[in-house]
């Protein structure tokens, strides 16, 4: 009778443990199931992964728009050598085409862009094509470079000029922080 116990005793035991081991197991959830990859992004582990120009948990940010807006700051320019004062003056991009397209406009020093479009390629900086003046027989005359670079609200953008007829070249640097839009509030 004493062996008849233990046998049961150790069959509800080890039934009771692959039960509950079972029925832990059985509630797991494939988190993929839970997820809505947007804009193309597909579920790997639990995560979207995201196409480029998207970001988010679930894809559902272009990194455009988190460059989109107007920045307030100082703009501080070299032009041939001499160095000029720092000056206020403002930066504004807009979004061209999401995701990752955008256009710079800024007036700095002698430089004034209004249309310099760029593409954002990891989510903190925007390579953009340069600016190039060409005379009637394709020789480059003038030439711009920008680069930009995001860090949360604070924005650095660098404009380089070169003046290929007289060797005159420019270099700007703006630095400032995005202003805040009432209707974001």
Do not use: W
């Amino acid at each position: 009778m004493k062996t008849l116990k233990k046998v049961l005793l150790g069959s509800f035991v080890y039934f009771g443990i692959a039960g509950a081991i079972f029925g832990v197991s059985s509630c797991e959830q494939d988190s993929c199931t839970v997820l809505n990859c947007l804009n193309g992004g597909r579920c790997e582990d639990g995560l979207c992964q995201c196409p480029e120009g998207y970001e988010g948990t679930e894809c559902e940010s272009a990194v455009a728009d988190r460059y989109a807006g107007v920045y307030g700051g100082t703009v501080r320019c070299n032009y041939n050598e001499l160095l000029f004062p720092i000056v206020p003056d403002s930066v504004r991009i807009d979004i061209v085409e999401r995701p990752n397209k955008v256009k710079l406009e800024i007036k700095a020093g002698n430089t004034s862009l209004q249309n310099f479009v760029g593409t954002v390629v990891d989510g903190n900086n925007i390579a953009f094509e340069p600016l190039i003046s060409h005379d009637a027989q394709g020789n480059e005359i003038v030439r711009v470079d920008a680069f930009v670079d995001l860090d949360g609200n604070l924005i650095k953008v660098f404009l380089k000029t070169t003046n290929h007829l007289n060797e005159e070249k420019q270099a700007c640097s703006f630095i400032g922080k995005r202003h805040v839009d009432e209707n974001e509030s």
